[in-house]
């Protein structure tokens, strides 16, 4: 069968057209773009993973060419988790795996909390970005989070990208790979500013930390495999907090890492993320026995 990629849209259940790549054949991943990437984020996970599975690809409302809603209204956490669920069945398929980084993982997270059952495993890489305990901290980051959309909307994304790229979970793609760096950058400041300030403003700036959604992530039944770099701070303590509450969950952590998972270390995402889905496939991916109530009966005997 032919891998080559087919391009289409899918209309979201509110009317939003999203672009999707469709790529490859077999059981189907699907992969969401953080705000600073777009579908070309996944290309280095595109060409490995379709050589063995119907690898989808889309652009999140608000990047062009997917249709950008002019109402910050239409931008939700819980909008961009049913975007998800569209993509999945405007595809033609009833299940599939998802992998998000950052804005796209949180997606993934909703998406198993309101979709239940449809995620054939999720993998949620720099998840949780503004989740914290602290009601000070929770306030300045959306204060921030405002502050950035108008920004946005004053001066154009391409003023932002110096700033936006320059905090410490940002360098480290640009210590290890400058090429990739630079071609970051290049497609980040290429997007469309009010579709950014727009998501800046109902997604981020809205965003629930999971810190208080405790019972929400102990009802996820999807098997899940949570991924954060030990140079992203804002990443790490909500990923251990996710690891401990949800039931089928493991958490790998990659070292001298930020943010960029997927484009800092290719390879070994691609071999974790792999495992983690094979596994999965194979039906190896339990409760851990911490969040199962350590019912050391699961153990084996001495």
């Known amino acids: 069968m032919s891998t080559a990629t087919k391009r289409s849209y ?11 790549e469709d790529t490859g054949s ?58 998800v669920a569209d993509v999945i ?26 979709h239940p059952g449809k ?19 929770i306030a300045r980051f959306r204060r921030e989070s405002e502050e950035m959309a108008a920004r946005i909307e004053r001066d154009g994304i391409a003023a932002l990208g110096e ?45 629930v930390p999971f810190f208080e959604r405790e019972a929400e992530l102990k009802a996820i039944q999807d098997p899940v495999l949570i991924v954060c770099g030990d140079e992203d701070d804002g990443t790490l303590d909500i990923s251990v907090f996710m690891k401990r509450h949800i039931p089928r969950c493991g958490l790998m952590v990659f070292p001298k890492t930020g943010h960029g998972i997927n484009l800092e270390e290719p390879a070994g995402f691609n071999a974790v993320v792999g495992d983690f889905i094979h596994a999965v496939e194979k039906g190896r991916w339990p409760a851990s026995v911490s969040t199962a109530g350590k019912d050391f009966a699961l153990l084996p005997k001495r």
């Not at 899918?10 to 999707?20: C, E, K, N, P, Q």
């Not at 069945?89 to 997606?107: D, P």
Request: glycine share 12%; aromatic share 8%.
């Open 26 to 83: 077999g059981d189907p991943i699907v992969f969401v773009h953080e705000f600073a990437g777009h579908h070309l984020s996944w290309e280095t996970q595109v060409r490995h993973f379709s050589r063995r599975y119907r690898c989808i690809t889309y652009q999140a409302r608000g990047w062009p060419p997917s249709d950008v809603p002019a109402d910050h209204e239409s931008y939700s956490q819980a909008r961009a988790a049913d975007d």
């Open 89 to 114: 069945g405007g595809v033609g398929v009833g299940k599939a795996h998802v992998v998000g980084l950052s804005m796209g993982a949180t997606a993934a997270i909703e998406f198993a909390i309101r």
């Open 10 to 20: 899918v209309t979201a259940s509110d009317g939003v057209r999203l672009y999707v």
């Open 163 to 207: 700033l936006y790229l320059a905090g410490p979970a940002r360098q480290q793609l640009l210590i290890k790979d400058p090429r990739g760096y630079a071609e970051f950058k290049a497609q980040f400041i290429d997007g469309a500013s009010i579709g950014r300030a727009l998501t800046m403003r109902g997604v981020q700036a809205r965003r």
């Open 119 to 137: 995620g054939l495993s999720i993998t949620a890489a720099g998840a949780g970005t503004g989740s914290t305990r602290d009601a000070a901290t």
